[in-house]
Nanobody, 123 residues
Framework: VQLQASGGGLVQAGGSLRLSCAAS????????VGWFHQASGKEREFVAA??????SAVYEDSIKGRFTIVRSANVVYLEMNSLKPEDTAVYYCATARQRIGLNLRDPHEYNYWGQGTLVTVSS
C-alpha cells in the first residue's frame, strides 16, 4: 500500500490544520493507521492511531482534547486544533495490519509509511 500524507503548512499558535493520509494500491480495510511526528533533531514519536474498525482511537497525552483522528473510506484524517509551537514537526502516517496484541503506539508495528508533511506553528 502507498500512503500520501498532506495538509501541512504554516499556522499561528491557536490555529487549526487537517492532515490527510490517503491510501492507494489497496484499501485500508484490515489495517490500523497511525500518525507520528518528528521534530528537528528528535526521534519519531507517536501522536494518534485508529484501529481498522474505526473505534477505540488512542492518543498521545499532550494532544488529547486537541487532536482527533478520523477514518473515512480510504483516507484517515488528523484534525489538529489549538496548535502550539511545540507541535511543529514533520507528520507521518503509517499502517499496521490489525492483529491481536497490536501496540498502536509502537512505530515498529507499522509496515508502510507515507512521505511526511511539515507542520509549522508560529508563536
Amino acid at each position: 500500500v502507498q500512503l500520501q500524507a498532506s495538509g501541512g503548512g504554516l499556522v499561528q499558535a491557536g490555529g487549526s490544520l487537517r492532515l490527510s493520509c490517503a491510501a492507494s494500491g489497496r484499501t485500508l480495510s484490515g489495517f490500523s493507521v497511525g500518525w507520528f511526528h518528528q521534530a528537528s533533531g528528535k526521534e519519531r514519536e507517536f501522536v494518534a492511531a485508529i484501529p481498522w474498525s474505526g473505534d477505540s482511537a488512542v492518543y498521545e497525552d499532550s494532544i488529547k482534547g486537541r487532536f482527533t483522528i478520523v477514518r473515512s473510506a480510504n483516507v484517515v484524517y488528523l484534525e489538529m486544533n489549538s496548535l502550539k509551537p511545540e507541535d511543529t514537526a514533520v507528520y507521518y502516517c503509517a499502517t499496521a495490519r490489525q492483529r491481536i496484541g497490536l501496540n498502536l503506539r509502537d512505530p515498529h508495528e507499522y509496515n508502510y509509511w507515507g512521505q511526511g508533511t511539515l507542520v509549522t506553528v508560529s508563536s
